[in-house]
DNA sequence: CGTTCAGTTGACTAAGGTCAATTCCCGTGG
DNA sequence: CCACGGGAATTGACCTTAGTCAACTGAACG
């Protein structure tokens, strides 16, 4: 809950009273592995901060899982496009490890937002953070290649890689398992 | 002025005092066929609402465009990860057509949200409406093959296909101007 | 009538996908 | 302690599709 209103905190002003204001608001969850946050059919109706552990957000197309981000500690996390409009979505949110959340529902946000002074303004700025790393996310899909999407991967996230299975990085990426595989023996011979 | 009154009153409620407030916060700009309103090494500095014409979005990688997307009449139109946070970008926004546009600055937008009630609203929906078809289009992009892209294209823009050369919708899509040329053979000998 | 540039078409290349076999790793049970 | 089972990861052969390079067509414009 600290690292909730420290990380709230580093968007806005809070003042002492508004902070005793948080903790009522958000309630934890936890999720062991392979539990859910959202099904397909679902309706996304938390954001959710991640305390500890590890989760995947992706999509199943005819059978074929896409895997679009993960969320690890003192990260925000949600599926906007449900939880905006509060309609029906067809993306999962899936722990990969025991995982412990602190999550506001929707109308709680509303109220947070009435009496929180700069409330909206969070909501904002929070919003605006993840439109900046989905459009960055969108530009390297434009423009990068499987094997530099890798690297960058590896660049952005090194201490997630041992979390994570092969499996679901190469559905990060774009690719199959297979390919990969392939590229990573690729790059091992180049050193 | 009217349009963009209307489209802003489509998001938020304005009384009619703060409606007084909205014209002076924008100006008009003319471009014409080829002018940019954003350049490479650039500052975003407006939120531009098209009154005419047509736009394109897009970066240049190595001498090769890529088309991120088309904006024209009555939609609204920036590039946020340099507008918010008034950095250099590396992306060009160029009119298509003689084209005009009511822009408001950074520094009058904060003015708009300190002195319009619901402001930071305004603020925080239409960032959602611009993430929520980002993140459609990073989807499309994970899952949809070149050719089921430019369908969707042709679905979502019929209008926009006559005003449109071909090449910059290839590069919309993700590919080469032959390669769309395949596709529409393709397509074309399927009816 | 010739220049220009968008669009098409053809031959070939490159890279990821597919299918299938094999190896590696790790945990369980005899 | 070791043998086995099962899923992950790798590897090989072949396929599919977009990229590349280049030639050609066709329409617009002076």
Redesign the interface.
């Known amino acids: 809950m600290e690292a909730l209103i420290n990380t709230i905190k580093s968007f806005i002003r809070l003042s002492p009273e508004e902070e005793q204001l948080i903790p009522p608001l958000f309630s934890e969850i936890k999720l062991g592995t392979g539990e859910y946050l959202l099904e397909e059919g679902g309706i996304c109706r938390v954001i959710a901060f991640v305390s500890e552990g590890l989760l995947r957000f992706y999509?199943n197309?005819d059978g074929e899982e896409?895997t679009?981000f993960f969320s690890s500690e003192h990260e925000f996390l949600s599926y906007?496009?449900s939880f905006?409009t509060q309609t029906v979505s067809d993306k999962y949110i899936q722990a990969l490890e025991p995982t412990k959340l602190l999550v506001i529902t929707y109308d709680q946000l509303q109220d947070f937002y009435a009496r929180v002074q700069e409330g909206?303004?969070f909501?904002?700025l929070a919003?605006?953070q993840?439109?900046?790393s989905?459009?960055?996310?969108?530009?390297s899909?434009?423009?990068d290649p499987p094997e530099k999407r890798y690297q960058q991967f590896l660049d952005s996230y090194p201490k997630l890689v041992q979390r994570i299975p092969q499996y679901y990085i190469a559905s990060y990426v774009?690719i199959k398992p297979q390919s990969l595989s392939r590229i990573r023996n690729r790059l091992a011979k180049k050193h």
Chains 1, 2 share one sequence.
């Open positions: 999509t197309n896409k679009g906007y496009p905006l909206e303004r909501g904002r919003i605006e993840v439109y900046l989905a459009i960055k996310q969108l530009d899909f434009y423009t774009g």
